[in-house]
T-cell receptor
């Protein structure tokens, strides 16, 4: 069974600190990796996508991918209380025609304290 | 952009009735749409994958006769919950994929269904 694992948290960081969110996945064939942010009662919102090994930066967010270790992470610099949400890691389901299906982790709840 | 809308945003119905939820891609043509269900404090559960003009592919354990999916055009997919019961109360979310080699899914705002 293909799996995506995240620490459910809650992860609590002080305002201004770096929040580090981690995700591991089991399917070596996965090629696309995503981080979504979900506020309570709302639907997921795309934060970052990453496709190749290394770092990808977008504003305060940096996604890191290591396919050899089957590991993807999201760093949030200068964390703000408005970053408090659940962060979902998603990985494409490979192996045959999966039609772009994503496998989601259970999400990490982040709390940024003022 | 990549805007996906859902209607209605919230619905309350009596047990035994059917409810239809619409999902539209507003500024792009969606080759594939996905339907998810999310219970409180749980992650997204994929229910089915919908391609325009073909039958939906349902995930294991999802009753295709209860959750009817129609993807009649490249911008519209509908989910009908037939003979709804209280245990079907959940947050239903659709997403759309632009296709053309990208796997990125853009989510609609969700529909909160409460079955009394």
């Amino acid at each position: 069974q293909k799996e995506v694992e995240q620490n459910s948290g809650p992860l609590s960081v002080p305002e201004g600190a770096i929040a580090s969110l981690n995700c591991t996945y089991s399917d070596r064939g996965s090629q696309s990796f995503f981080w979504y942010r979900q506020y309570s009662g709302k639907s997921p919102e795309l934060i970052m996508s990453i496709y190749s090994n290394g770092d990808k930066e977008d504003g305060r967010f940096t996604a890191q991918l290591n396919k050899a270790s089957q590991y993807v992470s999201l760093l949030i610099r200068d964390s703000q209380p408005s970053d408090s949400a659940t962060y979902l890691c998603a990985v494409t389901a490979e192996g045959g025609n999966q039609g772009g299906k994503l496998i989601f982790g259970q999400g990490t709840e982040l709390s940024v304290k003022p | 952009g990549a805007v996906v809308s859902q209607h209605p945003s919230r619905v309350i119905c009596k047990s035994g009735t059917s409810v239809k939820i619409e999902c539209r891609s507003l500024d792009f043509q969606a080759t594939t749409m996905f339907w998810y269900r999310q219970f409180p404090k749980q992650s997204l559960m994929l229910m089915a994958t919908s391609n325009e003009g073909s039958k939906a592919t349902y995930e294991q354990g999802v009753e295709k006769d209860k959750f009817l999916i129609n993807h009649a055009s490249l911008t519209l997919s509908t989910l009908t919950v037939t003979s709804a019961h209280p245990e079907d109360s959940s947050f239903y979310i659709c997403s759309a994929n632009r296709g053309s080699g990208t796997d990125t899914q853009y989510f609609g705002p969700g529909t909160r269904l409460t079955v009394l």
